[in-house]
Nanobody, 114 residues
Framework: VQLQACGGGLVQAGGSLRLSCDAA????????LGWHRQAPGKQRDLVAR???????NYADSVKGRFTISRDNAKNTVYLQMNSLKPEDTAVYYC?????????WGQGTLVTVSS
């Protein structure tokens, strides 16, 4: 699976961004999808995940602020990020999951200024 993420940038604390990730795959609707992030010097952590059926789960740190969604007609997964905080600054990666296989996008940088 080839994944192409975009939508990162610089935003002030309290602002919003929407990340998008396009997947070049024929069976997109069967995939679980997710967003992870990696801050400098830290490990890559799961931010949000959406199942093939649309069930979602979130890291505690983003619950109520971030929303993951998918458009199967466009082969795209989104991450709407509201009320951004400086600690949300990281490189964000989209991912697809099929059994034990994980495919990663190239990452998009989100910087939140205080």
């Amino acid at each position: 699976v080839q994944l192409q993420a975009c939508g990162g940038g610089l935003v002030q604390a309290g602002g919003s961004l929407r990340l998008s990730c396009d997947a070049a795959v024929t069976d997109f609707r069967r995939l679980a999808l997710g967003w992870h992030r990696q801050a400098p010097g830290k490990q890559r952590d799961l931010v949000a995940r959406i199942s093939a059926g649309g069930r979602t789960n979130y890291a505690d740190s983003v619950k109520g602020r971030f929303t993951i969604s998918r458009d199967n007609a466009k082969n795209t997964v989104y991450l709407q990020m509201n009320s951004l905080k400086p600690e949300d600054t990281a490189v964000y990666y989209c991912a697809s999951y099929w059994g034990p296989h994980v495919s990663w996008g190239q990452g998009t940088l989100v910087t939140v200024s205080s």
